[in-house]
């Protein structure tokens, strides 16, 4: 057996190489979506199990890693093919379409640790990506096979973060990319993105899941390389923020895992990594990997809280429009790693999706309003006795803050909540409310007038 990797469906079992897959990436038996296994997977296929060449050796990984970050080869400079060891899909894993993804931050964030109560907290920013969110990880993979396979056009469907990246790797590559949109329902600084890196940008007038609809009925009439997160390719990019927080963190695996939930690849592509490590024996646990999604876009929550475990897709409304998603491609993989890792799945409110963004801000980090469903999250979860304080607990921040500039002026300014929604809020939540605004004053250009209120301010107490 030559091949390095066969795609494997998650329905039904079925086995087929990588380049026979459909355009929609449907099982061609049960139309279910398919993972990337390897001769060292899990689930590798029966065939692929005496494979004995090329295959990677656990206890060297954490030693072959470090050494390349002091390497400036494309492909050792890219926090993603830096760990190709484990994702060995494309004919030279040395020569992908990169823009340097991955190498991202992992912060303390002290002050949201104590409003949550727990000991210790660390965000993994994966908003400092090249075009400001997590997806870059994942599109460096996929659309390296794109070239590998030959495709002229990729294209997706899109909430804004998709489309930002999938139009810069195109430009790297000198492909043709088209994205299409929800009109009206996507944050300018995303929307900005695709027409700066050149994508033909469609809006079309219908949500997320109607977008989707569209493209998959595309993708069947014309040769265009779908890079939705169908794309099973993604994942194996986005799987490689596990190791490299792994290793930020010398290896200390993280008690608790908080990620937000949307088109839910993010959560299963994290989940698929901590257990191939698992599997591999690079660590001996994986975190608990819990999913947090708006209230008003939550279809995995339901699904977790339903005795009857049915999966029932709905129409989405959130002002966190990244994960404005009623119906998740990928919802079977995120409850499985839900399950398999014994998280959570957890909803939260818009008034504390934007109490939880502002505390973020204050911590000097920020991030845009579906990445900080993940503190309000773990907030609800320290309430309910699922997170200890003394357990260690990884947000994964999605994207930049200056994504959605707008919602963070409007929030600022107090034009963000209706005021149904922010008479929800806790005596102690007004508070972190009042506190935490910082509408921009219009003063006189007088010194006088500024020092006064320098001196007022002073009288108030200093953030801790
Ligand atoms: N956070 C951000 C900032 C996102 O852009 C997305 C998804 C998610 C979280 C949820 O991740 O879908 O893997 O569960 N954005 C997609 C897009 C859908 O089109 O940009 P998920």
Redesign the pocket.
């Known amino acids: 057996m030559s091949a390095t990797h066969h795609l494997r469906c998650i329905g039904c079992g079925a086995v087929i190489p990588g380049a026979e897959a459909r355009s929609d990436f449907r099982c061609l038996d049960c139309n279910e979506l398919y993972e990337v296994v390897y001769a060292w997977s899990e689930n590798a296929p029966e065939s692929a199990r005496k494979q004995t060449a090329g295959l990677p050796n656990p206890q060297a990984l954490r030693y072959v890693w470090a050494e390349r970050k002091n390497s400036n080869a494309a492909a050792d400079a890219s926090g993603v093919w830096r760990f190709r060891d484990l994702l060995p899909i494309l004919k030279d894993t040395k020569k992908p379409v990169t823009l340097q993804e991955g190498n991202t931050p992992l912060y303390e964030l002290p002050r949201c640790a104590k409003v949550a109560n727990v000991d210790r907290l660390l965000a993994k920013h994966q908003?400092m990506n090249p075009t400001g969110?997590?997806?870059d990880t994942g599109m460096t993979s996929a659309m390296s096979v794109a070239v590998d396979r030959g495709f002229e056009w990729v294209a997706?469907?899109?909430?804004?973060?998709?489309?930002?990246?999938m139009a810069a790797y195109a430009a790297r590559a000198g492909l043709r990319s088209v994205v299409f949109?929800p009109d009206g329902k996507i944050a300018w600084g995303?929307l900005s993105q695709s027409m700066d890196y050149g994508a033909l940008t469609i809006q079309l007038k219908t949500d997320?899941d109607g977008c989707v609809n569209l493209l998959t009925e595309l993708v069947k009439r014309f040769p265009i390389y779908l890079l939705?997160?169908v794309n099973p390719y993604r994942l194996e990019g986005?799987k490689t923020p596990a190791f490299e927080m792994l290793e930020q963190m010398d290896w200390q695996v993280p008690d608790q895992v908080v990620?937000?939930?949307?088109?839910?690849?993010?959560?299963?592509?994290l989940g698929k990594g901590f257990l191939e490590l698992k599997h591999l024996g690079v660590i001996n646990k994986v975190p608990k990997v819990s999913?947090i999604q708006a209230e008003g876009a939550n279809p995995l929550y339901r699904w977790y809280v339903d005795e009857n475990r049915v999966m029932a897709p709905m129409k989405a409304e959130t002002r966190?429009t990244?994960?404005r998603?009623g119906n998740?491609a990928?919802w079977r993989k995120?409850a499985s790693v839900v399950e398999r890792t014994d998280g959570w799945c957890e909803q939260v409110s818009e008034q504390e999706i934007a109490l939880a963004k502002a505390e973020i801000g204050a911590e000097g980090v920020g991030?845009?309003p579906?990445?900080a469903?993940t503190f309000a999250g773990l907030k609800k979860l320290v309430r309910l006795g699922k997170v200890r304080s003394d357990e260690l607990t990884v947000l994964l921040l999605?994207?930049h803050t200056l994504?959605d500039p707008q919602y963070t002026i409007d929030y600022h300014r107090g034009e963000l909540l209706r005021p149904e929604e922010t008479a929800q809020a806790s005596a102690q939540e007004m508070a972190q409310h009042a506190a935490l605004r910082k509408a921009p004053l219009v003063l006189e250009p007088r010194a006088d007038v500024v020092l006064r209120l320098m001196e007022d301010l002073m009288k108030t107490e200093m953030p801790v």
């Open positions: 908003g969110s997590f997806k997706c469907a899109s909430t804004g973060n998709t489309s930002a990246s949109i995303k997320f939705n997160s986005q990620v937000p939930g949307g088109n839910l690849a993010n959560s299963s592509a999913v966190a990244a994960i998603i998740p990928s995120a991030c845009e579906a990445s469903v999605t994207g994504k």
